[in-house]
């Protein structure tokens, strides 16, 4: 048996590379605006899911090959696909879950207990302006944040959901026009969360030509190729990619002719239970009788002779 997954696009696309990271770091340092902020991060993000579960699914794997397939005798090859099978099943639902399970943990904790993500983000600072002496302190007052929810439309406080998300824009410098322009980013979220926020978001302008180029990049850069698979659909959510660990296919391998090389007996033996009918067994009787008569005729004159011979020699 062999696995061998074959990972989503972004994994290993320009958008998760060093180089794309510190161009939107750069962009977030210079102009220092909410919207690079945020994005910056979101590739960051999306960077750090591609390399945790590409080790996660790399570690299991090597932890599948490990571990033995053990019978007392060779299995016939269609039980053995099928159990093999299950095996492969098995490994994806473990690796899977035990993925899934780490994060939602992860983020049960920063959720619950209310930790400040980074400014702007899940709380604000307001500074108070009000005149003081030299050797004072300059107070700071501290507040969750509140976002219009792009599901509801409604404010939605942090404090009190954690999974509240916005549009976001970014602020693009045009070296035609020589200014800042305010671009949108479809299907980028931000909110209380990045974690929550990204998680929420979709790959849409990642794969939209038109919507890299209005970004106005110092490089040429190409939209994601869709596969046709369902995880490389538009709409499809960084969760979904996460819950599936970035693998669009598994591509796994089941041969029993290795199996058979590995494990083939040196002999063979088998038993087979037969059921004779009434007429086979008076038949197999009346021979075997037939054959013990005949023998005894001509055992018995031999036998006969010999005991004969034998008293007159004690006779005389």
Not at 155 to 172: F, P, R
Request: proline share 3%.
């Amino acid at each position: 048996m062999s696995i061998n997954p074959i990972f989503h696009e972004i994994c290993s696309s320009l958008f998760v590379s060093q180089q794309w990271l510190n161009l939107v770091t750069t962009y977030e340092e210079e102009l220092e605006e909410l919207g690079y902020h945020f994005t910056s991060d979101a590739f960051t993000l999306l960077a750090l899911f591609c390399q945790l579960t590409k080790g996660t699914v790399n570690d299991s794997i090597s932890n599948f090959y490990a571990s033995n397939m053990v019978s007392g005798y060779v299995i016939e090859q269609l039980v053995f696909k099928s159990q093999a099978q299950s095996y492969i099943e098995l490994f994806k639902a473990s690796t899977t879950y035990s993925f899934s399970r780490a994060l939602d943990l992860m983020r049960t904790v920063l959720n619950g207990d209310q930790v400040m993500l980074g400014y702007g983000s899940n709380f604000y600072g307001t500074v108070d302006t009000t005149p003081a002496s030299a050797s004072s302190a300059t107070p700071v007052t501290f507040g969750s944040q509140h976002f219009t929810d792009r599901a509801t439309n409604r404010t939605c406080y942090c404090q009190l959901n954690a999974s509240c998300t916005t549009t976001t824009n970014v602020y693009v410098y045009n070296s035609v026009t020589q200014a800042l322009e305010l671009v949108p980013f479809p299907g980028f979220y931000v909110g209380c969360s990045m974690i929550e926020a990204s998680l929420q978001s979709n790959l849409y302008c990642l794969y939209t030509q038109s919507c890299i180029d209005s970004f106005h990049l110092p490089f040429r850069t190409y939209a994601l190729n869709s596969t046709g698979s369902s995880l490389s659909q538009t709409n499809t959510t960084v969760s979904q990619l996460v819950a599936a660990l970035f693998v669009e296919d598994w591509n796994t391998t089941i041969s029993f002719e290795q199996y058979y090389d590995n494990c083939k007996p040196t002999t063979c033996s088998y038993t087979e239970d037969i059921r004779r009918e009434a007429v086979e067994i008076v038949t197999a009787t009346y021979g075997v009788y037939g054959g013990l008569s005949s023998f005894l005729k001509f055992l018995i004159p031999v036998v006969g002779k010999g005991v004969v011979g034998l008293l007159n020699k004690l006779r005389q």
